[in-house]
């Protein structure tokens, strides 16, 4: 049974750190991994989607890596900003019955102060 | 494109009252899923769609749940009779292909 952990479960730091947020994953058999943002009382967000054949992926601040052998994933965030602020949240697909299942971590929630 | 839209936001109701939550997925995508998000248990997958057709249910907690897609812009989740445990936040989501998924805004949904 596939199962996510993601360390650290909360994070404070000030404004202009750079970040790294860990995902680790039981099963290697995935299909892709896909980060998330969640802000309070609100929907997630999709940050990054890794194909299980890729390394990493970037967009803007942010670059997602992916080591399936070992059944991790990291979130770098460069020069944070309050802004950034939320729950990020790493979900890994398996390819089941003809769709992706995606088996959410607990999150890492995120605070950056001025 | 406005992306999933889920109605109504929040949802307070007594226990026992029937509840029906609400998804319009982004038109063009083939896949619609019911997702589940408590403190406790994080994010759970309840059922999903694949063309309007009910592929995997095996999340939904019990017979008090069941879900409809009568067509593809629309699904319904409904509970009845409702519990306070049903407390918690039901997400819609739609994905293209079944890989990339797009979340809803969620609906808060609290029984007294």
């Known amino acids: 049974k596939q199962e996510v952990t993601q360390i650290p479960a909360a994070l404070s730091v000030p404004e202009g750190e750079n970040l790294v947020l860990n995902c680790s994953f039981t099963?290697?058999?995935?299909?892709?991994l896909q980060w998330f943002r969640q802000d309070p009382g609100k929907g997630l967000t999709s940050l990054l989607l890794i194909q299980s054949s890729q390394r990493e992926q970037t967009s803007g601040r942010l670059n997602a890596s992916l080591d399936k052998s070992s059944g991790r994933s990291t979130l770098y965030i460069a020069a944070s900003q309050p802004g950034d602020s939320a729950t990020y949240l790493c979900?890994?697909?398996?390819?089941?019955?003809?769709?992706?299942?995606?088996?959410f971590g607990a999150g890492t929630r995120l605070a950056v102060h001025p | 494109d406005a992306g999933v839209i889920q109605s109504p936001r929040h949802e307070v109701t007594e226990m026992g009252q029937e509840v029906t939550l609400r998804c319009k997925p982004i038109s063009g995508h083939d896949y619609l899923f019911w997702y589940r998000q408590t403190m406790m248990r994080g994010l759970e997958l309840l059922i999903y769609f694949n063309n309007n057709v009910p592929i995997d249910d095996s999340g939904m907690p019990e017979d008090r749940f069941s879900a409809k897609m009568p067509n593809a812009s629309f699904s319904t989740l409904k509970i009845q009779p409702s519990e306070p445990r049903d407390s918690a936040v039901y997400f819609c989501?739609?994905?293209?292909?079944?890989?990339?998924?797009?979340f809803g805004p969620g609906t808060r949904l609290t029984v007294l």
């Open positions: 989501a739609s994905s293209p292909k079944g890989d990339e998924q797009f």
């Open positions: 979900a890994v697909s398996s390819w089941s019955g003809g769709y992706n299942k995606l088996i």
């Open positions: 099963d290697s058999a995935i299909y892709n």
